[in-house]
């Protein structure tokens, strides 16, 4: 009978260089990659690459590094002023403010106003439900007008809350859409829905699929770089 040593596999190690982060993983072989993530840069790298390998890697890539952080952090920033100053509606900041005679919550001239009482006791929390249910009511008249314009039927449409997509179109028949999409300026919502009702027609990300968006709104392609650059700290909220 032949005995077997079996050996303990090898676990990440995590190292600090120069105030960065360095995670050394087994599963890495050959690639170092350089991320940001809330503010912190961090490498990950394979488990045996040398100290003198990282700091060149770093030093080359001080400039983006750099532009990076700085950007984050600006983007933390307007989420943590996005969760306890203002909501942002159809593309306009509006800052929520409690006046003694009003009992709801309304919106209007730049500002989100409730009752003193419902202020000190979650501002964010009553804000946020009237904007959802704003974005309910609208974004189902704006799907149902511009599927019309468009002429491309759907079977359904949810709104729902998501963190990391603004939309979806399930078995090409029933779109689902994100809330948060009336915080958007009115033409990157029309884009989103767009996007959302071509795949009824085009379930993936081909060629023919942006093409038919295109044709429908062939200015897409700045709205698209629109959301990339300011659609992430507002899909956090």
């Keep these: 009978m032949k005995l077997f040593q079996f050996l303990k596999p090898k676990t990440k190690k995590v190292i600090f260089?120069?105030?960065?982060?360095?995670v050394k993983s087994p599963n890495r072989k050959k690639t170092i990659t350089l991320r940001v993530k809330k503010g912190s840069p961090e490498i990950l790298c394979p488990l045996h690459t040398r100290e003198e390998v990282l700091k060149s890697f770093i030093n080359s890539k001080s400039g983006w590094l750099s532009k990076k952080v700085a950007n984050q952090v600006k983007e933390i920033e307007k989420i943590k002023a996005l969760n306890t100053?203002?909501?942002?509606?159809?593309?306009?900041?509006?800052?929520?403010?409690?006046?003694?005679?009003?009992?709801?919550?309304?919106?209007?001239?730049g500002v989100i106003s409730m009752s003193e009482k419902k202020f000190n006791q979650d501002k964010k929390k009553f804000a946020t439900k009237y904007l959802a249910n704003?974005?309910?009511?609208?974004?189902?008249?704006?799907?149902?007008?511009?599927?019309?314009?468009i002429?491309?039927?759907?079977d359904g449409l949810k709104i729902r809350k998501y963190k990391?997509?603004?939309?979806?179109?399930?078995?090409?028949?029933?779109?689902?859409l994100n809330w948060k999409l009336i915080m958007l300026p009115t033409d990157i919502i029309n884009y989103i829905i767009i996007h959302e009702l071509c795949h009824v027609i085009e379930p993936n990300h081909s060629k023919n699929f942006w093409n038919l968006v295109r044709k429908f709104d062939p200015k897409f392609e700045r709205k698209k770089k629109w959301l990339k650059t300011n659609g992430s700290y507002i899909i956090q909220f």
Excluded at 93 to 100: E, G, N, Y
Excluded at 134 to 148: C, G, T
Excluded at 151 to 154: G, L, Q, S, V
């Design 17 to 22: 260089l120069d105030n960065i982060k360095v």
């Design 85 to 109: 100053d203002y909501l942002l509606f159809k593309g306009k900041r509006f800052r929520i403010k409690s006046i003694s005679n009003v009992s709801n919550v309304r919106i209007r001239k």
């Design 134 to 149: 704003k974005a309910i009511i609208y974004l189902h008249a704006r799907v149902k007008q511009i599927s019309e314009e």
């Design 151 to 154: 002429k491309i039927n759907y």
């Design 164 to 176: 990391r997509m603004w939309g979806c179109c399930i078995n090409q028949k029933t779109i689902n």
